[in-house]
């Protein structure tokens, strides 16, 4: 069975500050990896994803995520944090083929912090 | 495209009653799945759906029921609600089964 840990509940930067965001994620087969944003009272939206190919995956916001097959991990960074970043976040993993196995496996979210 | 909506935005119920909440998509998805998402717990699937007919519970479908009567719509029925069917729901859809869109939630609330 596929499982998504994400660690760290809440992360808190200063602005400018790195932003890295912890995932390591359990499958028995390569799986697809997502990183969705949430920001208050709005639906979740989707940042980057990782299928095949390039291992470094570049999304929107300046976000950006690396498959590591030999840590199980995909974690995400940004270089310097905005104010605007303040949202949870989301990792999720899901199998290759379509009906049950393409369904995702969400983590429990980190809620990010920007301090002025 | 209008992508995912959902209707209502809010809504509180007494325990016992019912009600449907409707989610449409616009972009001719084959997937689209029902989620709740209770703080600290991430998002779990309560039903989806492959296509049109074709329905399939997830992770935490008791209490709850679907339909898909057409590509567009997927409703989801709550019978008998409870108080531990307090939760934000969300509806998605997808073209592959992988990529999801969402709607933007209903908050509800069991009393």
């Known amino acids: 069975a596929q499982s998504v840990t994400q660690l760290g509940s809440h992360v808190s930067v200063s602005e400018g500050a790195l932003v890295l965001l912890r995932c390591n994620y359990s499958?028995?087969?390569?799986?697809?990896l997502f990183w969705y944003v949430q920001y208050p009272n709005q639906g979740l939206q989707l940042l980057l994803k990782y299928t095949t190919g390039a291992t470094l995956v570049k999304g929107i916001n300046g976000f950006e995520a690396e498959f590591k097959k030999s840590e199980t991990s995909f974690h995400l960074t940004k270089p310097s944090a905005h104010m605007s970043d303040a949202a949870e976040y989301f990792c999720a993993v899901s199998g290759k083929g379509g009906g049950s196995q393409g369904n995702l496996i969400f983590g429990k979210g980190t809620k990010l912090s920007v301090k002025p | 495209n209008a992508g995912v909506t959902q209707t209502p935005k809010f809504r509180i119920l007494k325990i016992g009653q019912s009600m449907t909440l409707q989610c449409t998509q616009d972009?001719?998805?084959?997937?689209m799945y029902w989620y709740r998402q209770d703080p600290g717990m991430g998002l779990k699937l309560i039903y989806y759906?492959?296509?049109?007919?074709?329905?399939d519970k997830g992770e935490v479908p008791n209490g709850y029921n679907v339909s898909r009567s057409t590509t567009e719509d997927f409703p989801l029925r709550l019978e008998l609600a409870a108080p531990s069917q307090t939760s934000v729901y969300f509806c998605?859809?997808?073209?592959?089964?992988?990529?999801?869109?969402f709607g933007p939630g209903t908050r509800l609330t069991v009393l």
């Open positions: 972009m001719n998805h084959n997937y």
């Open positions: 499958s028995s087969v390569p799986p697809y």
């Open positions: 759906s492959v296509g049109a007919g074709i329905t």
């Open positions: 998605a859809s997808s073209p592959g089964g992988n990529e999801q869109f």
